[in-house]
């Protein structure tokens, strides 16, 4: 089944405290990103990909980085997290930059 | 910076037709608009893209006027189960960062 698989899906931590948000694709996409969804601010894009080693700031990179060593893979990385990067995050790839994005079901992170 | 909005929310009832449209004020000539839509605690699902015109699939259809500075996205006969969150997205002009509207709530009623 095609899919976009993002883990974990849920997870509460404390600031500073360094995490990583995998994204997996089999799809064999080269275009994969990552947003945020926040109440009264919608969804916005946090980075993308063009392709393996090919990585571009979305519109909120501060705080995230992200690797494309990989074509499946693209993780997110809080190298130290703090409070105002609780938020539900997606990933989404699709076969080119202008193509559809397919979504997954999201992670859910609370920094405490 | 490409800037999209949309309605914050409408109500319609089962069978009518809703058309919900997207302003985004700067998109290139080759630029696609793609909506989605998102149930509570899923991830945003593809409905239906296109760049000028009109285009039509199974579930709904999207026309672009020839400015290209709106979009509407047009759901014939909805019923319950389209209740959700629509977005449009569209590419900041010129490259593939990508700018979602601010989303409009659609509460069809029986």
């Known amino acids: 089944e095609a899919q976009v698989t993002q883990n974990p899906r849920y997870l509460i931590t404390v600031t500073g405290k360094k995490l990583t948000v995998t994204c997996s694709q089999n799809m064999n996409h080269e275009y994969m990103s990552w947003y945020r969804q926040d109440p009264g601010l919608g969804l916005r894009q946090i980075y993308y990909s063009m392709n393996v080693e090919v990585t571009d700031k979305g519109d909120v990179p501060e705080g995230y980085k992200v690797s494309r060593k990989e074509k499946r893979n693209f993780p997110l990385i809080l190298e130290s997290p703090s409070p105002n990067q609780t938020s539900l995050y997606f990933c989404?790839?699709?076969?080119?930059?202008?193509?559809?994005?397919?979504f997954g079901d999201g992670t859910r992170l609370s920094i405490l | 910076l490409a800037k999209t909005t949309q309605p914050i929310s409408m109500d319609s009832y089962e069978g009518q037709e809703v058309n919900i449209t997207c302003s985004h004020n700067n998109i290139a000539t080759n630029d696609y608009i793609t909506w989605y839509q998102q149930f509570p605690s899923q991830g945003p699902r593809f409905i239906i893209q296109g760049y000028k015109t009109k285009v039509t699939n199974e579930v709904a259809s999207l026309f672009i006027p020839a400015d290209r500075k709106s979009s509407t996205l047009s759901l014939p006969r909805v019923s319950l189960s389209d209740t959700a969150v629509y977005y449009c997205?569209?590419?900041?002009?010129?490259?593939?960062?990508?700018?979602f509207g601010t989303g409009t709530r659609l509460k069809v009623l029986a």
């Open positions: 997205l569209v590419p900041t002009s010129g490259t593939y960062k990508y700018i």
């Open positions: 989404a790839s699709s076969s080119a930059g202008f193509q559809p994005q397919h």
